[in-house]
């Protein structure tokens, strides 16, 4: 069995990569890196290690790579694989779109057999946006027939991948928890058996679990750690004041969740406490300034701050945490990250009002909208 999988990077090795060998795949890997691309082909084989006090090592083998612009060989690639995936970052879903189309296109000559093609990013609707950018490279003809054999499965995927540097190029360093959600009704031909993903037929309530909890949690630390000049988000967690106010912001969270999805109360508590452990993971350390970066996106009214704040007002939820964590953010003033800047900039020339106005689209007239500006005050102060 093959399996084609674009992006080398640490997640793709360490997470995608992982499961699928361990599915009994052949994995070709597709990236843009040389040095990556030679040393894989050179060795065909690297080893995961997991970021805990045991440090256990997986051996990854029969492993093989392509080069992004060699687009004949990864589109033949694609034409003969059991299964495609991606873990390159939702910007660059556009930009691979081509040459996957050029491998579908020759599938479609080539046989009938079916091909689910799941992008692994963090975002909502990933697999649903590469097929958009599929179809644009693809002909009418084709995209009739892609319609009956290629599915294009949204997911959601969750493991942390701290920063590191090694020696070895191709070891990589992962946290034990991971999660791989798949929504099985938007699949075609046979289910891969992959032990690790999880088949779901409405995957919406699973993606604003991890968004809501995961995503919302770690801005949380994040942002309440930069205030207090804490470097790093292990060492965020345990100060109590983070700590208190990121259970206070999942519970909020977790209340919405619960009232809308109809989660079991007692599993998401348990799921809750799951994710503040991996916070406090000291092997898996990593910078507020990263986990905090590109504010901006973070802020908008369906990201991870606002979008549950607003919607908890619609269940009855008053979101109180969840605006400390949303003035925090607008008080996040890193130098060396655009948005940050240009966030402060706007502050100082518009005002704070106009600024959650236009950052976050709140309406000066929701509640949610003197929380945030009482909670900055005194954030600042």
């Not at 804490?230 to 919405?256: M, R």
Request: include cysteine; glycine fraction near 6%; charged fraction near 25%.
């Amino acid at each position: 069995m093959l399996a084609v999988h674009f992006g080398a990077g640490n997640i793709g090795r360490g997470f995608i990569g992982q499961l699928l060998h361990q599915a009994g795949y052949k994995v070709c890997f597709v990236d843009v890196s040389d040095d990556l691309v030679n040393e894989i082909n050179r060795r065909q084989e690297y080893t995961v290690r997991l970021a805990s006090e045991e440090q256990t090592t997986f051996s990854i083998h029969n492993v093989v790579a392509l080069h992004s612009k060699d687009e004949d060989a990864v589109a033949q690639a694609i034409a003969s694989a059991d299964i495609v995936t991606t873990a390159v970052g939702p910007n660059i879903l556009r930009f691979i779109a081509p040459v996957i189309a050029k491998g579908i296109a020759k599938r479609i000559k080539a046989e009938n057999k079916p091909l689910n093609i799941i992008a692994c990013e963090n975002m909502i609707g990933g697999s649903t946006a590469l097929k958009s950018f599929v179809y644009e490279s693809l002909t009418a003809k084709e995209r009739e027939q892609a319609a009956s054999l290629i599915g294009f499965p949204d997911a959601a995927v969750d493991r942390i991948v701290p920063l590191q540097k090694h020696e070895d190029k191709l070891l990589v360093t992962v946290e034990p928890f991971y999660e791989w959600v798949v929504n099985q009704s938007q699949m075609l031909g046979d289910i891969p058996h992959v032990e690790g993903i999880t088949y779901v037929s409405d995957l919406g309530p699973f993606i604003e679990r991890k968004l809501y909890t995961v995503n919302t949690g770690h801005a949380t630390v994040a942002y309440l750690g930069y205030l207090l000049k804490l470097g790093s988000i292990d060492k965020a967690i345990q100060n109590s004041f983070v700590l208190d106010i990121t259970k206070k912001v999942l519970h909020e969270t977790g209340a919405l969740l619960i009232a809308k999805h109809k989660f079991d109360k007692t599993q998401h508590e348990e799921y809750i406490h799951k994710i503040i452990k991996r916070f406090q993971n000291s092997y898996i350390s990593d910078e507020v300034t990263r986990v905090g970066r590109s504010p901006i996106r973070k802020l908008s009214a369906q990201d991870r701050l606002v979008g549950p704040a607003l919607q908890a007002l619609d269940y009855g939820i008053t979101p109180n945490a969840l605006s400390v964590v949303i003035a925090a953010a607008l008080l996040f003033d890193s130098h060396d990250d655009p948005d940050a800047v240009e966030i402060q900039k706007y502050i100082q020339e518009k005002g704070l009002k106009k600024t959650i106005s236009n950052y976050t689209g709140i309406s000066n007239e929701s509640p949610l909208f003197q929380l945030i500006e009482e909670q900055y005050h005194k954030l600042k102060g």
